[in-house]
Structures are given as structure tokens and as C-alpha cells.
């Protein structure tokens, strides 16, 4: 069986097809689309021309789908339609122009898909999932591999970046303020009496970026682990870039040239807060997640009640 995947987030919308057989899950096509819809949102609400674009690349995705004779399609959406005021409405014009129901999930569900996902490709038993949108980021605390909290913060790169930073690259006032945010929804959670969490495992475009930098910059090839204290060398370097780091900004992480300062920072700050030292990347996250949970799960629920009706 193949599915088609599409995850509408407040940055990237994107697709990804898997193939299900046999109980196993391969990844065939994965494509994705800068949108910036969270540019695209005033006084919470998400503009005409955002819901265009929505539409658009989603339209653009559904075409593909349809000429690979994909029926088996499923959109969602995390904090991209989640956070605006007029989701509804959204939601609504979006199945009225191209046919399809966009599922919005929660903020913790997405962390809990997030692990999901993760945790099929990565072995974890105790710490702490951190994913950076756009608009938001989502940590799930585990013990035993099981989930014991898992929460959405409101604050993502690409939200952060159009709240405080009038050029490209932040000023040293619109970092600290960046983090002062940051900071402030950490407090929030009521967490500071926990235990040091040694080791996160991150999921997501942002963190993978983020990998992508460290390794180039650090000569570290094809790692998957990346330690707290580089991402310390490497936040200075984005602030004023000389010519040189530039162009390298440019080659290894192009299309998050203006998101990855604040990225960085959540990032940075979520480490610090909880007292880790190492990041360990997956490449799976809520889209996998959502395929396991949402589609093959609850289709297999959906199958054995009809058989024992």
C-alpha cells in the first residue's frame, strides 16, 4: 500500500510517500516547499494570500499524488493553522477549492507523533524530544521509551524571527530578546526542579539544519550526534557574518538563511535550561509519526472493528 503524506507547517509545507508492507515502512519521495505562512498572519488571523499559498502547494502536491494514482492521501497541520483565530474558516476554504479535509492537531499531539516517529528509527528509553517549527516547538519527556509529559511551546524560528529581528541576521538586543522569550515560555512548564536530561534527541527541519551546519563547520562528516557546546562557537558566528561565512550559510543551509539564528537559539536555550550536553538527530519525526499512528494504526483499529461487527 502507498500513502501520501502532506504536513502543513508554518515555514515548509511538505510531502513525503511511503510504501507499507509486510509491517514496514520505506520512505519513497519526500519533497518540500518553502510557504512562510506564519508571514503571512496579522492580528492572529491568516491572510487570503497565505491561505492561497496553502492552497497552491498543497494543489501542486495533490497533482503529484494523483498522477502516481496515489489514493490514499492525508494532509495535516501543526501550529501553521493551530494558532490563528480563523482556522475554521481556513480549514473550510482549503477543502473547498481543492476536496481534501486538512486534520489540525494539538500541540501535544504533535509532540507525541513526533516520538513516535522518532523512536521507530532511534532506540531511547529515558530524555527528552525536542522539534522546532516554524510557529512552534514541541518537547515530550520519556521514561522507559513511554512518554510522560509532552508539551507545545508557542514560540517557533520562523515566529521568532518576524516578531524581533528587522534585518537577516539578529542584532545582540533582538537575540537576547529572542531568548528572553524563549526562556520565559520554559519557565512556564513549571520543570525547573527536574532532573538534567544528558541527552536530546532532536527531530525536525530545523534541528536537522542545524546538524548539517554543525557537521560542515566542524569537519564532523555524516554525524548524527552534535554537542551542546559547538552550537555555543556557532551562534557567534551568525551575528554580522563575515563575506566567507556567508557563502557557507548560503551552500549548507540556504533556505533557512533568515531562520536558523533563531533556531539555533531555542535550541541552545531548551539545552541549557535542562542542564544536556549532546543532541542526537533523527531523520523521522511527526510525519512518520502521523503515518504510524493516525493512518496504519487507527486503520487497523477501524478494520478489526468491522470484522467484529
Known amino acids: 500500500m502507498i500513502y501520501g503524506i502532506i504536513d502543513v507547517g508554518s515555514n515548509t509545507i511538505r510531502l513525503n510517500i511511503y510504501s507499507y508492507e509486510n509491517d514496514n515502512v520505506k520512505s519513497i519521495l519526500h519533497k518540500k516547499t518553502i510557504a512562510g505562512l506564519a508571514g503571512y498572519v496579522k492580528d492572529g488571523y491568516l491572510l487570503t494570500n497565505g491561505i492561497n499559498t496553502a492552497c497552491e502547494i498543497i494543489n501542486n502536491y495533490i497533482n503529484i499524488l494523483e498522477n502516481f494514482k496515489i489514493n490514499n492521501i492525508f494532509i495535516f497541520a501543526t501550529a501553521s493553522f493551530r494558532n490563528i483565530v480563523n482556522t475554521d ?17 494539538t500541540g501535544e499531539e504533535e509532540a507525541k507523533l513526533d516520538f513516535i516517529g522518532a523512536t521507530h528509527a532511534l532506540q531511547v528509553t529515558d530524555g ?12 515530550a519527556f520519556y521514561n522507559n521509551a513511554k512518554v510522560t509529559l509532552a508539551v507545545s511551546l508557542p514560540i517557533g524560528s520562523l515566529s521568532l524571527f518576524s516578531k524581533h529581528v528587522n534585518k537577516l541576521f539578529p542584532k545582540k538586543k533582538e537575540k537576547q530578546a529572542m531568548k528572553e522569550e524563549i526562556l520565559f515560555e520554559l519557565t512556564k512548564l513549571g520543570l525547573d526542579e527536574l532532573q538534567p536530561i544528558p541527552t536530546i534527541c532532536g ?16 569537519e564532523m562528516k555524516q554525524s548524527l550526534t552534535m554537542a551542546v557546546d559547538n552550537i555555543s562557537e556557532i551562534l557567534p558566528l551568525l551575528h554580522k557574518p563575515e563575506k566567507q561565512t556567508l557563502h557557507r550559510l548560503l551552500q549548507i ?19 541549557e535550561y535542562f542542564g544536556s550536553e549532546t543532541i542526537h538527530v533523527s531523520g523521522y519525526g511527526v510525519r512518520e509519526g502521523y503515518l504510524y499512528s493516525k493512518v496504519l494504526k487507527e486503520g487497523e483499529e477501524h478494520g478489526q472493528n468491522e470484522s467484529t461487527s
Open 128 to 139: 527528552m524530544m525536542v522539534d522546532i517549527g516554524g510557529g512552534s516547538t514541541e518537547l
Open 203 to 218: 527531530v525536525g527541519g530545523t534541528i536537522r539544519a542545524a546538524k548539517k551546519l554543525n557537521n560542515e563547520l566542524f
Open 89 to 105: 474558516e481556513v480549514v473550510r476554504v482549503i477543502y473547498e477549492q481543492i476536496g481534501h479535509r486538512v486534520d489540525v492537531i
Open 253 to 271: 543551509v540556504p533556505d533557512r538563511i533568515h531562520t536558523i539564528t533563531p533556531g539555533l537559539l531555542i535550541l541552545h536555550t531548551i539545552a
